[in-house]
């Protein structure tokens, strides 16, 4: 892949990856990768560069950040003149193949099919292909402004769900031992996340491991109480009470 947003922003080329150091040029790349394929208006790109407060000649320091930007792109990516002008602003042409966003939403579009189908080790296997794609937080230096920010906050939703299809398959798969360990880490990193507390009491359960859930209920909702002032969802709300009665019909894998 030519472009990689899913971490720190790279450009890969025939050594390997090419960075670039002028930080303005780097967030106008970032801009027109979350847009691929889109005309981003120039309005847009100024307000992203330079906030709400432009300085005087800020359209003309625009042209300069695409002529770099524009030199950077030909020295770097297999593909005759990408960044395209276009009113009222410009696009850049990527392959479906040249950019690991799109690949991402491809593979978890492909997993939700396959899981609608019951196919569940299909459907895990393209969701953890997708989740693999990732090196860290998408755009982490690049988030200052409202257009990458708000793509960040949307994306950043597409891979916790991803992350809770993946493991709905694999309870599907029986995998409930094998998911654990990995449900700790997310409760860990995500504590206000109410679905991961549920998949990880209803992995805990399965493994006969009762008390261990009812404990992860118990930390659940002081977190929420402390941090929120709120009790847990329904749905944990109701699953608690099931491990309580011992319910198996509706914790049965």
Not at 46 to 58: D, F, Q, T
Not at 119 to 143: I, K, V, Y
Not at 163 to 169: G, I, Q, R, S, T
């Amino acid at each position: 892949m030519a472009y990689q947003v899913l971490g720190a922003l790279r450009v890969a080329d025939e050594n390997g990856s090419a960075s670039i150091g002028a930080h303005k040029v780097k967030t106008l790349l970032g801009v027109l990768l979350v847009r691929a394929n889109q005309v981003v208006p120039a309005d847009q790109l100024l307000n992203e560069l330079w906030g709400s407060n432009p300085p005087r000649r800020a359209t003309a320091g625009l042209h300069v950040y695409v002529s770099q930007l524009r030199r950077f792109l030909a020295n770097t990516v297999d593909r005759p003149d990408p960044l395209v002008t276009r009113a009222p602003g410009y696009l850049l042409q990527v392959g479906s193949d040249e950019l690991d966003l799109l690949v991402f939403r491809r593979l978890v579009q492909r997993g939700r099919s396959s899981m609608r189908a019951g196919n569940h080790e299909e459907a895990s296997a393209a969701f953890s292909s997708a989740l693999d794609l990732w090196r860290g937080p998408a755009l982490d230096d690049l988030r200052d402004g409202e257009v990458i920010g708000r793509f960040v906050s949307w994306l950043e939703e597409l891979r916790l769900e991803c992350v809770e299809m993946l493991v709905e398959c694999d309870f599907e798969l029986g995998r409930h031992r094998e998911l654990v360990g990995f449900l700790y880490d997310l409760v860990s990193e995500h504590p206000l996340h109410e679905a991961f507390y549920r998949q990880l009491m209803l992995a805990l359960y399965r493994c006969e491991r009762r008390a261990d859930a009812l404990r992860v209920y118990k930390t659940a909702r002081e977190t929420l109480t402390a941090e929120l002032g709120l009790e847990p969802c329904r749905s944990l709300r109701d699953l608690h009470h099931a491990i309580l009665l011992g319910d198996g019909d509706r914790l049965a894998g």
